[in-house]
């Protein structure tokens, strides 16, 4: 049933549990709240049942997972301005996973958001995780056949919508600091230079922080003025430091000292595509500690 002799599978297992709840749901803090209700349910199994505790396990995340959506369903329909996952602080370890990277990023969250939870579910523990059809069906309550046809409709709905990314870790490291550099001194022409000219910029700030749009930005021209215009209206000493965004390039932006908001980029061909700038408070308490994700 376990990897170490002697040690409870949901402790082995917790990273890979908490991302599957992490990619059902967008949200850290909803994720620890189905491994809490998960881990209830495990401790009351006969484990002397279960032949195979992670497929056991994921299983049951799923499931809470999915109860867990009509809630954050509810709490979303009241939602100031744009909605954007809750950004996790990773290693660089992460960025070397390709496609881990991918699956947890903020673009590909995003682009989930646009399936309904059972596709979700679905499209995760397959393209994600490797799943057998027939463990997904008994987590989805579901058939496996159901679930194929599933997981065909889902995979060509990410397809048509996720984000190609084919750079290094060198060039986007390179990008990302030149991205801070221009924001930090309030350069706009040095902004628009790495800026794509279609960029689109999503700022979630959830109704509590006025410096957030409350749609899309779009244009490198905007964006830079719309940037520099923002910060200088502060008033307050501001810094954008590289950082690790949930396995990708992009910033902790910090006022005073404090983290205001995390940023995640999309990078293509030398210049930044896509910013995705997380700024609600109640988001932002994981980018202080790096998360323990696994596959």
């Known amino acids: 049933m376990s990897d170490e002799p002697g040690v409870d599978p949901f402790l082995v297992h917790r990273g890979l549990l908490f991302t599957v709840a992490y990619e059902l749901l967008g949200s850290a803090a909803d994720a620890e709240d189905v491994l809490q209700e998960s881990w209830l349910?495990?401790?009351?199994v006969d484990r002397a049942g279960v032949r195979d505790a992670r497929a056991y396990l994921v299983q049951v995340v799923t499931r809470q997972a999915l109860n867990q959506v009509r809630t954050l369903a509810r709490r979303r329909e009241s939602y100031v301005g744009e909605?954007?996952?809750?950004?996790?602080?990773?290693?660089?370890?992460?960025?070397?996973?390709?496609?881990?990277?991918?699956?947890v990023s903020i673009a590909m969250l995003t682009v989930l958001e646009t399936l309904g939870p059972v596709e979700r579910a679905v499209f995760v523990l397959r393209e994600v995780f490797d799943v057998p059809y027939d463990e997904i069906a008994l987590a989805t309550g579901r058939t496996p056949a159901a679930v194929?046809?599933?997981?065909?409709r889902a995979r060509s709905h990410v397809e048509a919508r996720r984000p190609r990314v084919s750079v290094?870790?060198?060039?986007?490291?390179?990008?990302?600091?030149r991205f801070a550099a221009a924001v930090n001194s309030g350069d706009v022409q040095g902004l628009m230079d790495v800026l794509a000219p279609d960029v689109v910029a999503v700022s979630d700030g959830g109704g509590m922080v006025q410096r957030a749009a409350l749609r899309p930005v779009v244009g490198a021209d905007r964006i830079a003025r719309f940037l520099v215009g923002s910060l200088a209206k502060l008033d307050l000493p501001f810094e954008a430091r590289p950082a690790w965004v949930n396995g990708?390039?992009?910033?902790?932006?910090?006022?005073?000292?404090?983290?205001?908001?995390?940023i995640s980029l999309v990078i293509e061909g030398g210049r930044v595509t896509r910013i995705y700038a997380i700024a609600n408070p109640e988001k932002?308490?994981?980018?202080?500690?790096?998360?323990?994700?696994?596959?």
């Open 284 to 295: 932002l308490s994981r980018m202080d500690a790096e998360a323990a994700l696994a596959r």
């Open 83 to 103: 909605w954007l996952p809750e950004p996790l602080l990773t290693s660089p370890d992460v960025a070397d996973d390709v496609e881990l990277a991918e699956s």
């Open 248 to 262: 990708g390039p992009g910033m902790r932006a910090e006022v005073a000292g404090q983290l205001a908001s995390a």
């Open 41 to 44: 349910r495990w401790s009351a």
């Open 148 to 152: 194929r046809q599933i997981a065909h």
């Open 168 to 177: 290094g870790r060198a060039e986007q490291e390179e990008v990302v600091a």
